[in-house]
């Protein structure tokens, strides 16, 4: 009994972790990073103030771990036939997380507003360019894209023009899936040769398909998946 309790405070500890890490991204989202108050988050959280201070030393670091949360959180994806694939579902899951998941809005408005200027915002961004920029790097090795390619620079533009989509979306109301999804119909023919342009699925609901991919290859390996979050149904497959 007693070799399981400290297996029992961590675990206790993790979830109260996330616990202050979703109330404050819920806080962030709806009031910004200055007018967003610890206490409001404490309460939310339903912890104490110990409890929060305990993990986090400020409100700062609290923001800055959820700025950082939407790239460490990042759940691997089950392997595509191509890599460029992967480099598409990459952000179309997070495309589709940012309906339902609070943790990951929270999130991108830190990142995206100009208040709180003491925060790092470049982490984010670099994060998903490094991330990308592995993927085109595979995809060019296994000559998926055409020679003239830079797959950092393909990263920089993908990574640069979903946060656009993301403003602009939330500024005209539009869905972002769908904008992502033309995005990545315009953008990959002119990055990957033709054969394999021609099977991408860069459809809206991408991201859901792609999550449920995932979940199927870890029920197959005996995997121990994460708890399954709220999602949309998952579409069927577009035909090619």
Known sequence: MRAGRPQVKQDRAVRTRR??????????????????KLTDIVSLAKVTKGALYFHFESKEHLAQAVIEAQVSMHAPLAPQEFKAQEFVDVGMVFSHRLRYDVLMRGSARLTLEHNGRELDRAAPYLGWI???????????????LHPHVDPSAAARLVVGAFAGLNVMSQTLGLDLDREVSALYASVMPGLVVPAVAERLDTAPGRGARALHDADEACRCDGSAAQP???????AAAPAH
């Not at 109330?23 to 990073?33: I, K, L, P």
């Open 19 to 36: 616990a202050i890490l979703e109330a404050a991204a819920v806080v962030f989202e709806d009031r910004g990073y200055d007018a967003a």
């Open 130 to 144: 490094d991330l990308h920029t592995a993927l085109m790097a595979e995809a060019k090795e296994r000559g998926e």
């Open 228 to 234: 399954p979050a709220p999602r949309e149904p998952v």
